[in-house]
């Protein structure tokens, strides 16, 4: 005999997979979830460690000495680089969002921002040979960062059906 509780569960697989079917996703689930949600899960989690890392990095390479290969630029000039980026990439999720609604779609604006914040990581990595390479690197990053911010996150919301209340 089945419980409401074990019906209710029942119902909500059946209408998830309806949901996943009629979006071209895979049923596949893991722990009851979509598996396409661990992937955007682990996705998202490389693009913070991006960011954040970034951030936590940023201001500290700028006023270290030449010495210690660092910039040695004056704290309050690092501080205004630092703002300037942080505003940028949390701004530029509106365009991203936007050209992502009427042009490429979510999914290929993720790949868009993924591969752009790659090549932004690589153009940090080649900062030794040209300063040009690490202002680059920062443009590269907030511009991948606004395509990939808000599409990544409407994807996830398209893995599950609406529950009008």
Excluded: C
């Excluded at 396409?36 to 954040?52: A, H, I, N, P, Q």
């Amino acid at each position: 005999m089945q419980t409401s509780n074990e019906t209710i569960s029942i119902d909500h697989d059946k209408e998830l997979d309806l949901h996943l079917e009629s979006q071209g996703v895979s049923k596949e689930k893991l722990f009851s979830h979509p598996v396409g949600l661990f992937v955007l899960f682990f996705t998202e989690m490389w693009e913070r460690f991006s960011y954040y890392g970034m951030r936590a990095i940023l201001v500290l390479f700028l006023i270290s000495d030449l010495s210690k290969n660092g910039w040695g630029w004056p704290r309050p000039e690092a501080l205004q680089l630092y703002a300037i980026y942080t505003g940028l990439v949390y701004f530029t999720p509106i365009l991203g969002g936007l050209i992502a609604d009427r042009f490429t779609g979510y999914r290929k604006a993720v790949i868009i921002g993924a591969f752009v914040m790659t090549l932004g990581h690589a153009a940090m990595a080649l900062e030794g040979f040209s300063n040009n390479f690490f202002y680059a690197g920062l443009l590269l990053l907030i511009i991948g960062n606004g395509f990939f911010k808000p599409n990544i996150s409407s994807i996830v919301g398209k893995l599950y059906p609406s529950h009008k209340r």
